[in-house]
């Protein structure tokens, strides 16, 4: 009864916003008292088809279905040794899917080839370990996933590309003549740029900026822009400039940009700066406990189109929320509104600057502040890892096996997820609407489709095995449902 009452709740929640059912899949290849852990999902655009992998303890389970949703194919995986922690992309040829994976420390590849019309699969571990190099990231294409790597204390990147059929291939790019320089002005390394010393980590976050990004993602200082054909890692560790490298693939060729941007206003030097692409522009950010600017370049020009200035003894005249603090960790969200600009200005003191950008009908959407970690002694975990962690991923659950997996390689559910970290993160921020001019402009802010996606599963039971993703012009989310033991998905559109 009380799954009944469960069900017909969330489908009344989410019919509020344009939202159906979608598919249900049985959890049919696994023993009775194998739960879905985890699940993922890859879209063929080509073969009009997309399939399901639900991971547990003993196996992944694969399910090919067409976009009317006809069932194709299915069978299970018992997927790779104990130790590959996260998916980290995919490629798709001829009807066949391989996942990629990557091990915990950032060392050792693998992948499982999923074959639908065999219905069967080929589990590989590649012949090589990262020594000198640091994982920064992946970027799947087509036939094609590209692992970028960084040389330690250099200024060499590499990239790593294989192909569906396994094959793969090592390019190095050495930027030692491009001088790179630190906040004093001074030469430094590409591997010092994208190197967290306090962390111990290299945390690139994957955008795509056809979703709602939020500031707990953009503020990280470097990213890796996934605009298909291309890829641009952009580096803002430093206050001077904001560095851009472009890569087109599949030919590898690569163009690098500086950007400058502000570290300060006359006497008041910047704590944090921070950038946000969106098409050909630029948004870079900086601020101290006194004061924040904004400025808009044009990306080819680095033409300077709009600058915000914002004090700390001053209302804010382009703002249309109020200044909102959230504070988050893996267990809850609790959100307050505060009433001075100096409120605001005070998380550039310890956190990390960040600017978002969304379209509306009129221009943009524009959020501003920044976002900070709240460091926690102790011991464990306390639970699964949440995104911000040395794997990049968005949730790492382990199962009884050893077999851990994440979603990192699916953005949109990574802009979904972003909110939960394993360490608590307090944001603060403001909502901006502005015309094609970037003119301030009155009006309500537009909830996002993440939003209104969250606000109404926060009342419900914990989801397990979430994921989010987009097929055409809608999203789709699902999750498991342990007692009938079926995983259903939900259609929903903006």
Same mark, same amino acid.
């Given at each position: 009864?009380?799954?009944?009452?469960?069900?017909?709740?969330?489908?009344?929640?989410?019919?509020?916003?344009?939202?159906?059912?979608?598919?249900?899949?049985?959890?049919?290849?696994?023993?009775?008292?194998?739960?879905?852990?985890?699940?993922?999902?890859?879209?063929?655009?080509?073969? *009009? !088809?997309?399939?399901?992998?639900?991971?547990?303890?003993?196996?992944?389970?694969?399910?090919?279905?067409?976009?009317?949703?006809?069932?194709?194919?299915?069978?299970?995986?018992?997927?790779?040794?104990?130790?590959?922690?996260?998916?980290?992309?995919?490629?798709?040829?001829?009807?066949?899917?391989?996942?990629?994976?990557?091990?915990?420390?950032?060392?050792?590849?693998?992948?499982?080839?999923?074959?639908?019309?065999?219905?069967?699969?080929?589990?590989?571990?590649?012949?090589? *370990? $990262?020594?000198?190099?640091?994982?920064?990231? @992946?970027?799947?294409?087509?036939?094609?996933?590209?692992?970028?790597?960084?040389?330690?204390?250099?200024?060499?990147?590499?990239?790593?590309?294989?192909?569906?059929?396994?094959?793969?291939?090592?390019? @190095?790019?050495?930027?030692?003549?491009?001088?790179?320089?630190?906040?004093?002005?001074?030469?430094?390394? $590409?591997?010092?740029?994208?190197?967290?010393?306090?962390?111990?980590? !290299?945390?690139?976050?994957?955008?795509?900026? @056809?979703?709602?990004?939020?500031?707990?993602?953009?503020?990280?200082?470097?990213?890796?822009?996934?605009?298909?054909?291309?890829?641009?890692?952009?580096?803002?560790?430093?206050?001077?400039?904001?560095?851009?490298?472009?890569?087109?693939?599949?030919?590898?060729?690569?163009?690098?940009?500086?950007?400058?941007?502000?570290?300060?206003?006359?006497?008041?030097?910047?704590?944090? !700066?921070?950038?946000?692409?969106?098409?050909?522009?630029?948004?870079?950010?900086?601020?101290?406990?006194?004061?924040?600017?904004?400025?808009?370049?044009?990306?080819?020009?680095?033409?300077?189109?709009?600058?915000?200035? $914002?004090?700390?003894?001053?209302?804010?005249?382009?703002?249309?929320?109020?200044?909102?603090?959230?504070?988050?960790?893996?267990?809850?969200?609790?959100?307050?509104?505060?009433?001075?600009?100096?409120?605001?200005?005070?998380?550039?003191?310890?956190?990390?600057?960040?600017?978002?950008?969304?379209?509306?009908?009129?221009?943009?959407?524009?959020?501003?502040?920044?976002?900070?970690?709240?460091?926690?002694?102790?011991?464990?975990?306390?639970?699964?890892?949440?995104?911000?962690?040395?794997?990049?991923?968005?949730?790492?659950? @382990?199962?009884?096996?050893?077999?851990?997996?994440?979603?990192?390689?699916?953005?949109?559910?990574?802009?979904?997820?972003?909110?939960?970290?394993?360490?608590?993160?307090?944001?603060?921020?403001?909502?901006?609407?502005?015309?094609?001019?970037?003119?301030?402009?009155?009006?309500?802010?537009?909830?996002?489709?993440?939003?209104?996606?969250?606000?109404?599963?926060?009342?419900?039971?914990?989801?397990?095995?979430?994921?989010?993703?987009?097929?055409?012009?809608?999203?789709?989310?699902?999750?498991?449902?342990?007692?009938?033991?079926?995983?259903?998905?939900?259609?929903?559109?903006?």
């Amino acid at each position: 009864m009380f799954f009944r009452i469960l069900f017909l709740s969330i489908f009344c929640v989410f019919s509020t916003f344009a939202q159906t059912p979608f598919l249900e899949i049985p959890n049919d290849l696994s023993k009775k008292n194998n739960s879905v852990e985890n699940a993922y999902v890859v879209v063929d655009n080509e073969k *009009k !088809t997309f399939s399901t992998f639900m991971v547990n303890e003993q196996s992944i389970n694969a399910y090919l279905y067409s976009q009317e949703l006809e069932p194709i194919s299915k069978f299970a995986s018992k997927g790779l040794p104990e130790g590959y922690n996260e998916i980290i992309g995919k490629t798709i040829k001829n009807g066949q899917v391989r996942l990629y994976f990557k091990e915990y420390y950032n060392k050792k590849f693998g992948a499982v080839l999923f074959d639908f019309y065999r219905e069967q699969s080929i589990e590989t571990e590649f012949g090589f *370990k $990262l020594e000198d190099e640091i994982y920064l990231q @992946s970027h799947s294409y087509q036939d094609r996933l590209y692992i970028i790597t960084v040389s330690k204390k250099s200024s060499l990147l590499n990239i790593y590309t294989f192909q569906h059929d396994g094959k793969f291939e090592k390019k @190095s790019f050495d930027f030692t003549e491009n001088v790179f320089v630190n906040g004093k002005n001074e030469p430094t390394t $590409l591997y010092k740029l994208l190197y967290d010393s306090f962390n111990g980590l !290299t945390s690139v976050v994957k955008i795509e900026e @056809s979703n709602p990004n939020s500031l707990q993602i953009t503020s990280n200082l470097s990213k890796i822009y996934d605009r298909g054909d291309s890829f641009i890692l952009s580096i803002d560790k430093e206050g001077l400039f904001t560095y851009l490298l472009e890569f087109k693939v599949p030919e590898l060729s690569v163009k690098i940009a500086a950007i400058e941007k502000l570290n300060g206003m006359g006497d008041e030097k910047f704590n944090t !700066t921070n950038s946000y692409l969106y098409k050909d522009k630029i948004f870079q950010i900086g601020g101290n406990s006194k004061i924040m600017v904004l400025t808009v370049k044009e990306l080819a020009t680095k033409k300077e189109l709009k600058r915000f200035v $914002l004090s700390k003894d001053e209302d804010i005249p382009f703002k249309n929320s109020a200044i909102i603090e959230e504070y988050a960790t893996n267990q809850s969200i609790k959100t307050k509104e505060l009433d001075k600009t100096n409120l605001l200005l005070q998380i550039f003191n310890g956190g990390n600057s960040g600017v978002a950008v969304n379209p509306t009908s009129t221009g943009y959407q524009l959020t501003l502040g920044g976002n900070e970690i709240i460091k926690r002694g102790g011991g464990g975990f306390g639970g699964p890892m949440m995104f911000g962690g040395p794997g990049n991923g968005m949730m790492i659950n @382990s199962t009884s096996s050893g077999m851990v997996v994440t979603s990192g390689f699916n953005p949109t559910f990574f802009s979904f997820g972003s909110f939960p970290y394993n360490e608590a993160n307090r944001t603060k921020r403001i909502e901006c609407l502005f015309n094609e001019d970037f003119e301030h402009i009155d009006g309500e802010i537009p909830q996002n489709v993440f939003n209104r996606l969250r606000n109404h599963t926060s009342n419900l039971p914990k989801a397990k095995a979430e994921t989010v993703f987009r097929m055409d012009d809608y999203f789709v989310y699902g999750r498991y449902f342990t007692i009938d033991n079926v995983y259903k998905f939900f259609k929903f559109s903006e």
